[in-house]
């Protein structure tokens, strides 16, 4: 089946190290996003990328960056990692027609 | 930008009841708005959505209604089963085509 997969799927790093999540799908999708899960505020969008050469900052895109390597390749970095950048990571993707965004399994994060 | 308002924010219902979430946004311009299911531990999926074209859409024992007016849309679920314990998140499209998502509701059907 067509997927989004992410990896490392757990991560426990200390302040300051510089940290990469990546993202890669199979479903032929040409947008590509990166949403933080915190418990009680939702999901929030960090950066988008509609295409290869296109990429977008979100509501909270402060202490992050992205590399859009490929249609299929979609990676957050996070440069100098701090303590309230613990949280649930989700990659998604979509197409342009229906709008539905799928989701990755998550990576989840912790910054001690 | 867009700001989506979701209530309540933990529901707890008896299997068999019905239940309802509500979320309300600001831009007049959204025209479509989802509804996602995320098990404890799994990744947030599409169950229901609607555009602003019609006011009503069902599924089965699910269905999501828009107020365009009052700049609201809420989903139904009905004859809840203790499998529909999750977090409900409903979202809204902005104008660049990505979505804002509301706080989530958490559902607990008791059996």
């Known amino acids: 089946d067509a997927d989004v997969t992410q990896t490392p799927r757990n991560r426990i790093t200390k302040t300051g190290k510089r940290i990469m999540l990546e993202c890669s799908q199979t479903?032929?999708?040409?947008?590509m996003y990166w949403y933080r899960q915190d418990p009680g505020l939702g999901l929030q969008l960090i950066y988008y990328?509609?295409?290869?050469?296109?990429?977008n900052k979100g509501e909270i895109s402060d202490g992050y960056s992205v590399s859009r390597q490929a249609q299929a390749k979609f990676s957050l970095s996070l440069e100098s990692a701090i303590p309230n950048q613990t949280a649930l990571y989700f990659c998604?993707?979509?197409?342009?027609?229906?709008?539905?965004?799928?989701f990755g399994e998550g990576s989840r994060l912790t910054v001690l | 930008g867009e700001n989506v308002e979701q209530h309540p924010s933990t529901l707890s219902v008896q299997e068999g009841d019905s239940a309802v979430i509500k979320c309300t946004y600001s831009?007049?311009?959204?025209?479509?708005f989802p509804w996602y299911k995320q098990e404890l531990g799994k990744r947030p999926q599409l169950i229901i959505d609607?555009?602003?074209?019609?006011g009503e859409k069902k599924d089965q024992r699910i269905a999501v209604t828009l107020n365009k007016t009052a700049k609201h849309f809420s989903l139904h679920i009905t004859e809840t089963q203790p499998e529909d314990s999750a977090v409900y998140f409903c979202?809204?499209?902005?104008?660049?085509?990505?979505?804002?998502f509301g706080t989530g509701t958490r559902l607990l059907v008791s059996p």
């Open positions: 998604a993707t979509s197409d342009l027609g229906s709008g539905e965004l799928f």
């Open positions: 609607i555009r602003s074209n019609v």
């Open positions: 479903k032929g999708h040409d947008r």
């Open positions: 979202a809204v499209n902005t104008g660049f085509q990505k979505l804002v």
């Open positions: 831009d007049s311009a959204s025209n479509y």
């Open positions: 990328s509609f295409d290869v050469k296109d990429i």
